[in-house]
């Protein structure tokens, strides 16, 4: 079981690639843990550390892939 | 069963999220197929058409989710 960690900060955009990418990774492979960098501002540098630039973004086996775009994380600081 | 159509143009990036993220969609949930729009133009119209602006992107239960950014479409044509 790998972990996927989704990052994000409560915007529409990150609410659709959450319900509807995030949520449909293959259940037996991975366990996604959902991150809202607007309320956990503490986890905001390990998500920059994993090459996250904006949300929605998920990271999974030790890639980065942002999905559309709803916020740069620069203004999530 | 619901389809995921997956867009590339063979790219790094597409590669990697078509290795990372496409492949790793709930099996149960989606049956994937994967589009090179280099090799078939014929079917950037009905990319354009669910939204898509670049590759990588996957289009799913009527969204359309950009990861990361290979290449626009514009230059495929």
């Known amino acids: 079981m790998s972990k996927a960690i989704f990052y994000h ?8 690639a959450e319900n509807g990418l995030a949520h449909s990774l293959d259940p037996s492979k991975y366990d996604v843990e959902s991150v809202h ?13 994993a090459g996250v630039k904006s949300v929605p973004a998920i990271v999974m086996d030790g890639q980065t892939f942002h999905i559309n775009f709803g916020a740069s994380i620069e203004d999530l600081k």
Do not use: D, T
């Open 9 to 16: 900060a409560g915007c529409p955009v990150c609410v659709s």
């Open 37 to 49: 960098l607007g309320e956990q501002s503490g986890r905001i540098a390990e998500a920059e550390q």
